[in-house]
């Protein structure tokens, strides 16, 4: 999720985790990460997301962010674990960035010569400390938003030769989204309407908890809802969003 002003994602939320092992077959852990400042609040449980006590937590606490990555796992590689566990968290030009990858990388074994190195042993964050030796070598200190967007069109696309990489990354200032198969994206703003979710028998009136300034992207594998209009991405397409919207760079 990408907003203009801190929402929380609890309506998404309930959706969402329905689908680590009771809409969904994903139950092999889960996790949630919220950007707060240049904080980071960071939830993770190898448990699956519809038993989880730590995902019934923030079922019912209304966390407000403006870039939120959340991911419900399928173990394609790695031992369910929670070292395996997305969003996965590191550190780069002195701000925390956030990753959550959907798929499976054939032969994917860069050579990391930096400071990024897994703590597990999934394709996710290998690919996830690849981009980001790749971005700290190609530039000293943060880069422009448009020659960031370059790099990581150009570095995504390389690593999506190996398989399925659905990808999410934020710095908490902008959500980068790739897609090799499957995404989908929403924007709510004025008017703002009812919204059902597919998952559960869940209505919410977003004009009753909004304001006319508020706008929220929220971006998915598979839409959570049934009465609303998604966008979905082309094969290949990595597009920004910033304040509840994507951008052209």
């Not at 937590?57 to 929670?82: D, M």
Request: charged residues 15%.
């Amino acid at each position: 999720m990408n907003c203009n002003v801190p929402t929380d994602i609890v309506f998404s939320f309930t959706g969402f985790a329905t689908r680590g092992g009771q809409t969904g077959h994903h139950s092999d852990g889960w996790g949630i990460a919220f950007f707060e400042g240049s904080g980071v609040r960071h939830f993770v449980d190898y448990q699956a997301a519809i038993a989880s006590p730590v995902a019934e937590l923030i079922r019912r606490c209304p966390i407000k962010s403006k870039n939120v990555i959340a991911h419900i796992r399928k173990a394609t590689q790695g031992q369910v674990a929670l070292q395996n566990c997305h969003p996965f968290v590191r550190e780069l030009w002195g701000r925390y960035w956030v990753f959550a990858h959907n798929g499976d990388l054939k032969e994917f074994a860069p050579h990391l010569n930096g400071p990024y190195r897994p703590v597990g042993n999934t394709d996710s964050e290998l690919a996830f400390c690849y981009l980001l030796q790749q971005l700290r070598q190609r530039f000293g200190d943060t880069p422009p938003q448009a020659e960031l967007t370059l790099a990581l069109r150009e570095l995504t696309q390389q690593i999506a030769t190996h398989g399925t990489f659905n990808m999410m990354l934020s710095d908490g200032s902008a959500l980068y989204t790739h897609c090799s198969t499957n995404l989908y994206y929403i924007v709510r703003q004025f008017p703002f309407a009812e919204a059902h979710l597919s998952d559960e028998d869940v209505s919410v009136d977003f004009s009753q908890v909004t304001t006319p300034q508020d706008r929220v992207a929220v971006i998915v594998t598979e839409p959570l809802t049934t009465n609303e209009v998604w966008t979905r991405f082309n094969e290949g397409e990595l597009i920004v969003f910033v304040d509840g919207q994507p951008v052209s760079l």
